[in-house]
């Protein structure tokens, strides 16, 4: 069994992650994460009720996250209380 160590970085990110969007409900995530670009360019040639395959690539979401400056627990919760309307 080969084990893959995570670096000091990937731990935070990680960290930062749980610590953000780990407190809501699938049906609350998904209503986040379909607001957001990545989902939405991958549901172009879907209906409303149709479901898809797509894969959204991880630089796209990567790109996403740095383009919205998600990079502190402050800025991640703005951002999601901002989605939510609340």
């Known amino acids: ?15 930062l992650v749980i610590k953000t ?3 809501y409900s699938p049906k609350t995530l998904e209503l986040i994460s379909h607001s957001q670009a990545p ?3 991958k ?14 690539d991880e630089t796209s979401l990567k790109k996403y996250f740095v383009d919205k400056q ?3 627990e402050e800025k991640i919760v703005s ?4 989605t939510l309307k609340i």
């Open 1 to 15: 069994m080969h084990v893959i160590e995570a670096t000091a970085d990937e731990i935070k990110a990680i960290d």
């Open 21 to 23: 969007f780990g407190v």
């Open 39 to 41: 989902w939405i360019e």
């Open 43 to 56: 549901r172009i040639a879907y209906k409303d009720d149709e479901p898809g395959n797509e894969v959204i």
């Open 70 to 72: 998600l990079n502190t």
């Open 79 to 82: 951002y999601i209380m901002a």
